[in-house]
């Protein structure tokens, strides 16, 4: 472990260390972590580009997949470039400020991400449950203002974390032992009463987790009850198929970020670096594979991916 000393000038200075006892692997760890990360921002790229191209793929579902995109995107970014230069050129430092506005983007497009699969699940509910109404109930300006409400519940819901933290005073250890600027590492850096921004934390994330996951479980025992009604096999099957890639998604992403919290803020007794190692994958995983989950899966958009790159 690296010594730090600091100065009064660097009263407004976090260390971050990376990856807690693995320093000397920070550059073999940088080059899995980046391969996924650039991955997943040509895939997502692709999607947008493709979605952007094609009018016929102007409709609400990749709308949906476009903001989906998006979030991948701006989570993923949100924290590499800063943990690329700590693994890479040893660059530790960041400004309280800096950390404190990492920290706000990073937990607020995290929540935008849980609202747009919410949304996904509705349409979904409404493509099986209410197939003839489709196109009046999920029109391209509904969906918009409905990834307009996710922004702003996240704004709203996460804004009080920066807030809550800023007028604490600092430990006199600045060091915080992770990639990036996550709310729980951040809040050991004050010495303050910082009880109400742990408890705010904690309540944010099973409120916004376990709403979301209620209405997306709401949506999807209504469409089995549907498909259940349904007498033909082949239109169970069909049906099912729609929402496959949607599932899988959701599986991943609520799983992953599940342990990952859960781990963090209970498991004392592992150790850091896979703390570290475990929340890093959480938010690089998803945004590779959430562009091949869906490209697989649905055969209008890996039909247009296809001629695209036979003109190549």
Not at 84 to 113: D, E, P, R, Y
């Amino acid at each position: 472990m690296e010594n730090f000393s600091f100065t009064p000038s660097d009263s407004s200075i976090f260390i971050l260390t990376g990856i807690p006892g693995l320093e000397a692997a920070h550059v073999w760890i940088s080059i899995p972590f980046s391969v996924v990360y650039i991955m997943g921002l040509l895939g997502n790229v692709t999607v947008l580009f493709i979605v952007g191209k094609e009018e016929t793929l102007h409709k609400p579902m990749y709308l949906l997949l476009c903001m989906l995109a998006l979030t991948d995107i701006t989570t993923s970014t949100s924290f590499m470039p800063k943990a690329m230069c700590i693994l890479w050129f040893n660059l530790k430092s960041i400004t309280v400020k800096g950390c404190l506005t990492q920290m706000f983007f990073f937990h607020a497009v995290c929540t935008i991400h849980s609202a747009i699969l919410v949304t996904m699940a509705f349409d979904r509910y409404v493509a099986i449950c209410n197939p003839l109404r489709y196109a009046t109930i999920l029109t391209n300006a509904r969906i918009a203002k409905l990834g307009l409400v996710g922004l702003i519940r996240a704004v709203l819901f996460i804004l009080p974390l920066p807030l809550l933290l800023s007028g604490q005073p600092f430990c006199a250890n600045r060091i915080i032992p992770h990639t990036y600027c996550d709310h729980i590492a951040v809040a050991k850096m004050f010495c303050g009463d910082i009880t109400a921004s742990r408890a705010y934390g904690l309540v944010m994330a099973f409120v916004i987790i376990g709403l979301d996951l209620t209405l997306i479980g709401l949506s999807y025992g209504l469409i089995i009850r549907a498909v259940l009604r349904i007498s033909s096999k082949e239109a169970h099957q069909k049906a099912l198929n729609t929402c496959t890639a949607h599932i899988c998604v959701i599986m991943m992403a609520y799983t992953l970020g599940f342990f990952s919290t859960l781990t963090y803020r209970f498991g004392h007794g592992i150790a850091p670096h896979v703390h570290v190692i475990l929340a890093n994958v959480t938010y690089l995983l998803p945004p590779m594979l959430n562009p091949i989950i869906y490209g697989v899966k649905t055969k209008e958009l890996r039909d247009k991916v296809a001629k695209y790159f036979c003109r190549i």
